[in-house]
């Protein structure tokens, strides 16, 4: 079992930096963050593979969003800078124990989630 926990949400102006954190329990193969929109489908933001160290963006946060993480903290971080309106979303922690191809993984790969953090972005 796997137990996550995220922090760090809040409201911003666009323009502006959050950082989220996600408390880990145990550290499985995968972990990433996604968020959900209200009236909009789940959707992945950022992974990382945690033996590799490899990380994965989807194309609408690159370069402006970095994932990391520490083992020393159990602890998985989601920079975000230079948020805009669109990023407004419940964002989520989640893990997926599945062995595969490096890649960014789907929300319906993974099995265990977080209760999520909200991020409200302002124009």
């Known amino acids: 079992q796997v137990q996550l926990v995220e922090s760090g949400g809040g409201s911003v102006q666009a323009g502006g930096s959050l950082r989220l954190s996600c408390s880990v329990s145990?550290?499985?193969?995968?972990l990433g963050w996604f968020r959900q929109a209200p009236g909009k489908e789940r959707e992945a933001v950022a992974g990382?593979?945690?033996?590799?160290?490899?990380?994965y963006y989807a194309d609408s946060v690159k370069g402006r969003f970095t994932i990391s993480q520490d083992k020393t903290k159990n602890t998985l971080d989601l920079q975000m800078n230079n948020l805009q309106p669109e990023d407004t979303a419940m964002y989520y922690c989640?893990?997926?124990?599945?062995?595969?191809?490096?890649?960014?993984?789907?929300?319906?790969?993974?099995?265990?989630w977080g209760q999520g953090t909200q991020v409200t972005v302002s124009s």
């Open positions: 145990k550290y499985t193969w995968y």
């Open positions: 990382i593979y945690t033996g590799s160290g490899w990380t």
């Open positions: 989640a893990a997926s124990e599945r062995v595969g191809l490096a890649r960014l993984r789907a929300p319906s790969e993974c099995g265990y």
